[in-house]
């Protein structure tokens, strides 16, 4: 099977659409599937990467198969390139290994999950210019792996940052000794995230508890640079084998995206790179779930050391011009899924911005930052 070539578009753009946290079972499926394919349509990426904790992997192979089949086939019918890791959930239960998933993710010609990497769910995928003659970016796609032996998040193990520094000297080299421009995508946030939030003296409106040590707090830092809103704590591996150390060695991550923590939609520049989470891409038919959803990224093919982000909520998707058109279309499933969304995300985004609010009224910190 030919492997899709990923390349700057038409316009001299590269959007990355980053999908993480789908959870796909039998209970979310079908809209949350439904809400994956009108964001596609919508957004028309170049590349689509899928950061782990995708799909339940049931004891019957097939019917585990069958749900990646369902969300394989919408990058499938629209032609966009998928590239796919996997987080602490995808193989914790169930028949099929990483491995195994990834033979079958592969069996779709969406799929860009291939390369020299260590193990199945780690890779780069290279990003050529517009004319597919010349190397102009790169995505560096990591499995942060499971849970270590005593139970705990696990994170990069050191096989794989030796893998990426030698692969990042390689492809330095075949540019002539230029750097080539990347990001790098995974499931779990580094452990390094906790060096550049603030902590706290005590317990405060929206500061978070660190993952391992319980009675230490963590905020934003007001002089530091911020977007986004930090609403969970970050759940990062317990150890830490100097994956950022080595990107920030090496020179070519502008920024290392992650999922895994559900509702923190959030970054934080650390060293000169950016460290930022996304929020899960599923909906569960709730008001809670109204708030989840994707980010976009976009690079100039013409200036490939910025990008640009934007992050989208659920409840944000449909305009009363959409709802209409899908009512005329007579997709009741549509009309249903694009209602539920709507109207129970007014709830949420209520609660949202009054919260928001008055955190800042009470404590007089910023809470939430422009992306």
């Known amino acids: 099977m030919a492997i899709p070539t990923v390349k700057f578009n038409k316009n001299g753009k590269l959007k990355i659409m980053h999908i993480t946290d789908t959870h796909l079972d039998h209970d979310n499926i079908d809209m949350s599937l439904y809400l994956i394919e009108w964001a596609c349509k919508k957004e028309m990426p170049d590349v689509a990467v899928i950061t782990g904790d995708n799909v339940q992997n049931y004891d019957d192979a097939d019917v585990t198969k069958k749900f990646i089949d369902r969300l394989m086939s919408i990058f499938d019918k629209l032609s966009i390139p998928a590239a796919i890791t996997f987080g602490n959930h995808d193989s914790e239960v169930g028949a099929l290994t990483r491995e195994q998933l990834m033979e079958h993710y592969n069996t779709h010609p969406s799929s860009v999950s291939y390369g020299d990497g260590p193990d199945s769910g780690t890779y780069c995928v290279p990003v050529y210019s517009q004319n597919g003659s010349e190397l102009k970016y790169n995505l560096w796609i990591f499995d942060s792996n499971d849970y270590d032996e005593e139970g705990r998040y696990a994170c990069v193990r050191p096989h794989q940052v030796e893998w990426y520094k030698k692969k990042s000297d390689e492809i330095t080299a075949a540019n002539g000794g230029k750097k080539v421009y990347s990001m790098a995508f995974q499931h779990m946030i580094v452990a390094d995230v906790y060096d550049a939030l603030k902590k706290a003296d005590k317990h405060r409106f929206y500061s978070f508890s660190h993952m391992y040590e319980k009675n230490d707090y963590y905020m934003f830092d007001p002089n530091a640079t911020n977007f986004g809103t930090l609403n969970e704590t970050p759940c990062s591996g317990y150890y830490n084998y100097g994956q950022f150390d080595a990107m920030v060695e090496k020179g070519d991550v502008l920024a290392i995206f992650t999922g895994h923590d559900h509702t923190n939609a959030f970054g934080v520049k650390h060293k000169g790179i950016d460290i930022v989470n996304s929020l899960s891409t599923r909906y569960n038919d709730d008001r809670f779930s109204s708030q989840y959803g994707y980010r976009t990224l976009e690079v100039n093919e013409n200036d490939t ?67």
């Open 305 to 371: 050391s910025k990008y640009t982000s934007r992050n989208e909520r659920w409840y944000n998707m449909f305009t009363k011009k959409d709802i209409a058109s899908i009512k005329a279309s007579g997709d009741e499933f549509g009309l249903k899924t694009a209602k539920s969304v709507t109207q129970k995300g007014r709830i949420q985004r209520f609660y949202t911005r009054v919260g928001r609010k008055f955190v800042k009224l009470v404590t007089g910190r910023q809470v939430s930052y422009p992306h």
